[in-house]
């Protein structure tokens, strides 16, 4: 028994692992799930921006791999935007995105019978990162003359008065990489001095804190936890207020599991140096 | 040929380089203007620089197939995949290549949501089956350090799931304490770490001391 524990084979982990993400799934236990101020912040500021009748630019910057965290904060964000007459500039930053984002943008639009080049225009994906950034800053027509359908950006509703970043009420950077520290704060928010949101990756989100604190970014919403408190705010419960309880319950079993090395390590094992 | 291979590509390091540093600082419209032009030629360029990583990737297969290394067969996956969405970018639902490329319909639009997105999805799910068993195996705590880090973490761990909010109402407000006051402290200072880094390595590269990126072992 001894033995066994100390030199556990991963399969039994991993067929833990797999019936607390397959049970949880397929059954509902209520979780209480409170949106915190980060969060929030996002929130707020898209409820100023719709009493503003404003527009709000997003940039897409994720792909299939970051799906399951980043599509619904995608959903969430464009449902309160569409439902709040929000204006929506979309683009992206990495490719994998584009096809994402177009599957997002048809589904909420026709939720909110929202209306292509009046309610929201998609930019699609371009070269640069930084230097897209800095283009679009003072030029953001001679960098996007088209969007991604073919329309010239200055002869669409939610465009034709868009000249640069600062003429955007609201940024929100959804991101599985450096785009929101490294491309969009730097090159963007600290030139222009516009109002910034971020939603991203859980294991990128402790990364943002410097940045929260010095008010470079206005709210952040962390993996899928932050998705499932924006579903919350707006009470429209999706993927990830679902994905809740898979989540809660491998955190859990990953906890024991540490609790257990642990234990084996301190009772048997830590004269040895620890299992191989 | 030196001056080609060496002292050309310094030069324009160096100009551009320190081009770059001054128009930040100088608010005139004649620098904000030669930066919006930089940054247009870095957009061209990065868009030929796509160019170059698919010849490198495609070149790299190649010798994989020729030397018939392990695993040589994946390396004709690669070249499958890459020529099909090449062809289904190009056939664009029908419209062709000259006409904006459609997002919502298409074989190109079906790769992409029947395989590109399980597939990589998948990948990434595995992370959790992973961490899971590298966690039970390796996160010991060992030292005082290491049990500070284990405690912390299985905090943070409760707290970013509702199930820490059902145990107590302290567990998501320490985990957020815990990631607002001392994962922050400790960021920033790798952060600045980091930037001063960045910051030297700029200028030796910029005054033609780092010279790796020429390449040829120098």
Known sequence: MKDFLINLDRRFIFIFV????????????????????????????IEEVAAQNGTVLISFDYGPGSMPEIQPMTLSVLRHCFSKKVKVVGMCLWPQAVGLVQQALDTTSKEFDAQYGTDYVFLGYKTGMHSLVINMGRDFQGTYPQDLQGNNTADLAVTQRIFGLKDFDYVICLAAGNTPDGVWIPYGQERYKFKFGIGCTAVMAPDQFPYLQSGQMNGLMGGLAGAAEYEKLINTPGTATDGMRPQSVVHVIIILFILLGNTIYFLYDRKKGGAK | MLFLRRTLPLLIAFIVGTLGILIYYIPHTAAQDLEQELARWDRIIAAFAMLLGIYSLMSLHLNRVKRQQGGWGYSFLVFLGFGLM????????????????????????????????????????????????????????????????????????????????????????????????????????????????????????????ERSYLGGGE
Do not use: C, H
């Open chain 2, 86 to 209: 090449i062809l289904f970018s190009l056939y664009n639902d029908g419209l062709g290549p000259f006409k904006p490329q459609v997002a919502d319909s298409g074989p190109f639009v079906w790769m992409f949501d029947n395989v590109q997105v399980p597939a990589d999805a998948t990948m990434f799910s595995i992370l959790a089956f992973f961490i899971a068993s590298a966690a039970y195996r390796t996160f010991r705590a060992r030292t005082p350090e290491a049990a500070i880090l284990l405690v912390s973490a299985i905090i943070v761990m409760l707290g970013r799931v509702p199930i820490g909010v059902l145990i107590s109402d302290w567990i998501p407000w320490f985990s957020q304490w815990l990631m607002a006051v001392p994962n922050l402290a400790a960021k920033r200072g790798i952060l600045l770490g980091v930037s001063l880094g960045a910051i030297a390595t700029s200028l030796r590269i910029i005054f033609g001391i």
């Open chain 1, 18 to 45: 797999a019936i607390g993400v397959i049970l949880p799934a397929l059954t509902t236990f209520p979780l209480p799930i409170k949106p915190t101020a980060n969060v929030r912040a996002i929130y707020n500021t």
